[in-house]
């Protein structure tokens, strides 16, 4: 148990010394703009509609006065810390908005997608690593291999085009977006209670099991544009590693005691097998939120990523920029401890060797 | 000569060396291959009058790919796409592997305090995730450009102009050469290489012909250059090798869905997403994007086959 406990600690501390890192970066790219753009971060988010240029120009000086923007890095990097701790990221023109509350009502779509993406990929990946390396160099592992560098090569992009051609445009069987406008319109009315702010919980939630389903019809595609590089990659992984358990001794000694292919494969050699790709995986966890936010672009989910192609259409825009970094990195975070977790559950060394 | 053996009785090493070879060649044959128009330099060629011509046109000597919708040749733009594309992974791998060699070397060669910290900070450019990368360093190129006095402007036609004020650095220049997405993915993906160097570094720092080289008097610099760079080096060079075909493949994607970047692949396939599908479900314009999906999927293929290749050939305990 204590180890246990030590291994949180110290999990905690990585995640603050990462944020530290990413912020004090992410501010030092900001000290080297002009001392205009960098208020920005500090306006306050009602202000009245009407007022002048000086009376703005006012505001702006007093808040440069205030948050002491014309000092060393280090006293302002404190000021704005101090402001974000306190939820005022900003207020970006760009989305018309605190960039905070834009984020929080945006950020139930991004966590959907992510959710859906994890719950697919992981355990095709686990199973067809498995099945690749139980049988290697025969049809199903040529066959694998194949897919995967195919799967790895391909651009989500046209794959997305690929499938919006097929699916959408011929078949008509899936769509693009998060659901269709008679269910987005309810959705959004007073009617529709919003529990989590997912559409498939809360179609459930809310006994519309039509709205659930047509949600997950939107997201089959882009759940399989996002996960099919992930899949390979992790499938890979996992392969390799049941090949490199296979001539282990134990598996012999459960081979020569005359246990099962079968049982060996999936009760000796997988739980062994998991950790290296799950790994990797925990690493990888930025690529699959940047898959996230490009899919998102893509499909037209109003998700996070909306907040930086705005930005980048109006270009000055501090706030959303830093916003929207900052959230992803605390997202990533947030994805590497639940990667983490799951390893931890499923390595048999945490739950038999420590006792 | 073993190692050569394994590596020249694969088949797949072959195919991957050959795709890279073809590549390369294009990339280098470029202007013979594909000479450009003299008017209008650059890699888009149109050909015929794009006023009277709206659809795509089938291949004809002058476009041995077709052309798309406003008339420029598929073919060009695949040639010099394949250009940019090279110079484009090649960079990026090259810069982000010296970067990731360097920290990996030096965190794992100093004392433990050093290199704690430099794993951290590795660690926490993990959770950066590229896309938040390029919005930011974008914002910061026209914030500074903008400072001081570049002005741009979209044109009709799609395309940014920009005017100069006369008396611009030449910092502010290179800046604006600088290609954004360039520089997010070099400092965005350096931490796999210093992890792995690190890793590697300290399993041979410790090994018995490093003890006799410092025991016998070298320099730290020249055991570090000498004697521990050239044995821990090819992990990183496998790397880099997969990393141009992912990086490009990256590229493509960010510039396809408009967060900058020029790759003519792209902008050629952005071009064709309307005709992909014809009417009734029939692929009657096939070259407006088979030809650059296939070239981008072996792109991506050649070079991963390549590391893998490398691998046979570099690394002789796996096999």
């Known amino acids: 148990m204590p180890s246990f406990l030590s291994n949180i600690i110290q999990r905690i501390f990585s995640i603050v010394i990462t944020l530290m890192v990413t912020t004090m970066v992410m501010y030092g790219i900001m000290m080297l703009t002009p001392v205009e753009t960098r208020v920005e971060l500090f306006m306050p988010k009602n202000l009245p509609a009407r007022l002048t240029e000086a009376q703005i120009e006012n505001i702006r000086q007093i808040k440069i006065k205030e948050n002491h923007l014309n000092d060393p890095y280090p006293i302002q990097y404190y000021y704005w810390i101090k402001n974000l701790l306190h939820g005022e990221w900003g207020y970006s023109h760009t989305i018309g908005d605190d960039v905070f509350h834009a984020i929080i009502v945006r950020s139930p779509v991004t966590a959907e997608l992510t959710l859906y993406s994890i719950l697919v990929f992981i355990p095709l990946g686990l199973l067809s690593g498995v099945i690749a390396g139980s049988r290697q160099n025969k049809a199903a592992d040529h066959g694998f291999r194949f897919s995967a560098y195919i799967a790895t090569s391909i651009p989500p992009v046209i794959l997305a085009m690929v499938l919006l051609s097929v699916f959408y445009v011929n078949l008509s069987w899936l769509s693009p977006e998060r659901t269709n406008v008679t269910n987005y319109l309810f959705v959004e009315s007073n009617q529709f209670r919003q529990f989590t702010g997912l559409l498939t919980i809360d179609g459930l939630l809310n006994g519309r099991v039509d709205i659930t389903l047509d949600a997950l019809r939107h997201l089959v595609m882009p759940v399989l544009t996002l996960t099919l590089v992930h899949w390979a990659t992790l499938a890979r992984i996992t392969r390799t590693a049941i090949i490199e358990v296979k001539h282990q001794d134990y598996v012999m000694a459960a081979r020569a005691r005359g246990v099962s292919e079968e049982r060996i494969t999936w009760r000796h050699m997988l739980p062994n097998a998991i950790a290296p790709g799950l790994a990797s995986s925990v690493l990888s966890s930025a690529s699959l939120i940047t898959g996230v936010f490009v899919v998102e672009i893509i499909y037209n989910f109003h998700g996070i990523s909306e907040i930086a192609t705005r930005s980048l259409q109006f270009i000055p825009d501090a706030a959303s920029a830093l916003g929207f970094s900052i959230y992803s990195v605390i997202v990533v975070l947030l994805l590497m401890t639940v990667l983490d977790l799951v390893q931890a559950l499923l390595d048999p060394r945490n739950t038999h060797g420590g006792r | ?319």
């Open chain 2, 1 to 319: 000569m073993q190692n050569m053996r394994r590596f020249f009785s694969k088949w797949h090493n072959w195919l991957g060396l050959f795709l890279v070879a073809i590549f390369i060649f294009m990339a280098i044959a470029a202007p013979s291959l594909s000479p450009q128009d003299p008017k209008r330099p650059g890699t888009v060629k149109i050909i015929g009058n794009p006023l009277h011509e709206h659809k795509p046109l089938p291949p004809s000597p002058e476009a041995p790919l077709g052309t798309l919708s406003n008339q420029s040749s598929v073919f060009h733009s695949l040639v010099w796409g394949t250009r940019s594309a090279v110079f484009f992974g090649l960079i990026v791998a090259l810069f982000s592997m010296t970067i990731g060699v360097i920290v990996g070397l030096l965190s794992a060669y100093s004392n433990r305090r050093v290199d704690n910290f430099l794993m951290r900070i590795t660690d926490a450019f993990l959770a950066f995730p590229m896309i938040a990368g390029i919005v930011m360093i974008r914002q910061l190129a026209t914030i500074l450009l903008t400072d001081a006095g570049v002005q741009s402007f979209m044109t009709g036609s799609g395309s940014v102009l920009t005017i100069n004020p006369d008396n611009l650095s030449p910092v502010m220049i290179f800046l604006q050469n600088l290609d954004p997405l360039m520089v997010t993915f070099i400092l965005l993906s350096w931490m796999p290489y210093a992890r792995v160097m690190n890793s590697v570094v300290h399993r041979i720092k410790n090994l018995e012909y490093i003890e006799a080289a410092r025991i016998s008097g070298s320099r730290p610099s020249k055991i570090i250059f000498r004697h521990i760079l050239p044995n821990a080096i090819s992990p990183a060079i496998i790397m880099a090798a997969r990393d141009v075909g992912g990086m490009v493949i990256l590229q493509t994607t960010f510039s396809f869905v408009g967060l900058g970047g020029n790759s003519p692949w792209a902008y050629s396939l952005v071009t064709a997403r309307d005709w992909i599908i014809g009417l009734g479900g029939k692929f009657d314009f096939w070259w407006v994007f088979l030809p650059i999906t296939v070239t981008i999927i072996l792109f991506g293929i050649g070079w991963n086959l390549l590391g893998d290749g490398l691998n046979d050939l570099l690394n002789p305990r796996n096999r």
